[in-house]
């Protein structure tokens, strides 16, 4: 059994400053690519980072020199350090995790999801 649990997420004034943590448990073997995604009421859910296990990171155009994603592979833990929110960074936060269990399972693993809300 394998669990992806998010914390962080919260009310904040635009300009201001959040850091989401996702935390994945269990018998984990190994974990590939670590993202977080985000998703407002009628859309999408989409991708606003990625880091691989090496450390390369990838953003969403409208998050580049805002947000910075981070991993620290022994506690099987990512971050986002969001800075500069807008209101249109409002949106609930899904942590998402490509993992190997130790049972050599092989699966996209998601969290339960932090609602981050930015007010003006």
């Known amino acids: 059994q394998v669990q992806l649990v998010e914390s962080g997420g919260g009310l904040v004034q635009a300009g201001g400053s959040l850091r989401l943590s996702c935390a994945a448990s269990g018998s984990i073997f190994s974990i590939s690519f670590m993202g977080w995604y985000r998703q407002t009421p009628g859309k999408q859910r989409e991708l606003v980072a990625g880091?691989?296990?090496?450390?390369?990171?990838s953003y969403a155009d409208y998050v580049k020199g805002r947000f910075t994603i981070s991993r620290d592979n022994a506690k099987n833990t990512a971050y986002l350090q969001m800075n500069s929110l807008n209101p249109e960074d409002t949106a609930v936060y899904y942590c998402?995790?490509?993992?190997?269990?130790?049972?050599?399972?092989?699966?996209?693993?998601w969290g339960q999801g932090t609602q981050v809300t930015v007010s003006s």
């Open positions: 998402n995790a490509g993992i190997i269990t130790k049972e050599w399972y092989n699966s996209d693993y």
């Open positions: 880091i691989s296990s090496g450390g390369s990171t």
